[in-house]
Nanobody, 121 residues
Framework: VQLVESGGGLVQAGGSLRLSCAASGFAFEDYAIGWFRQAPGKEREGVSCFNNSDEDALYADSVKGRFSISTDNAKNTVYLQMNSLKPEDTAVYHC???????????????WGQGTQVTVSS
């Protein structure tokens, strides 16, 4: 299983970024993909997840209305469109392949290396 994130960078508050997570080594369409983030000195938190089997998506309250998750199954890639970015969105963003059941995401054991998102005020 391999997950590779890209698309991070430095952006001013109010700006946008689109993160990508390219997955390989597993049946992409049978799993859910989650985005997590970890800021310095803080615990990792879930941001969003997408369940391929029923196209259900979940978002953390802190990003609802600003972030949007989508997939391109032909490319085995999940995207996280981040709009109206805030300084508190600054973190390393990781994707994860896991399971989804009863509106709950269960992370798997494989993580990407992460991509840094920095939002300046």
């Amino acid at each position: 299983v391999q997950l590779v994130e890209s698309g991070g960078g430095l952006v001013q508050a109010g700006g946008s970024l689109r993160l990508s997570c390219a997955a390989s080594g597993f049946a992409f369409e049978d799993y859910a993909i989650g985005w997590f983030r970890q800021a310095p000195g803080k615990e990792r938190e879930g941001v969003s997840c997408f369940n391929n089997s029923d196209e259900d998506a979940l978002y953390a309250d802190s990003v609802k209305g600003r972030f949007s998750i989508s997939t391109d199954n032909a490319k085995n890639t999940v995207y996280l469109q981040m709009n109206s970015l805030k300084p508190e969105d600054t973190a390393v963003y990781h994707c994860n392949g896991g399971l989804y059941y009863s509106a709950t995401y269960y992370p798997g054991g494989s993580w990407g290396q992460g991509t840094q998102v920095t939002v300046s005020s």
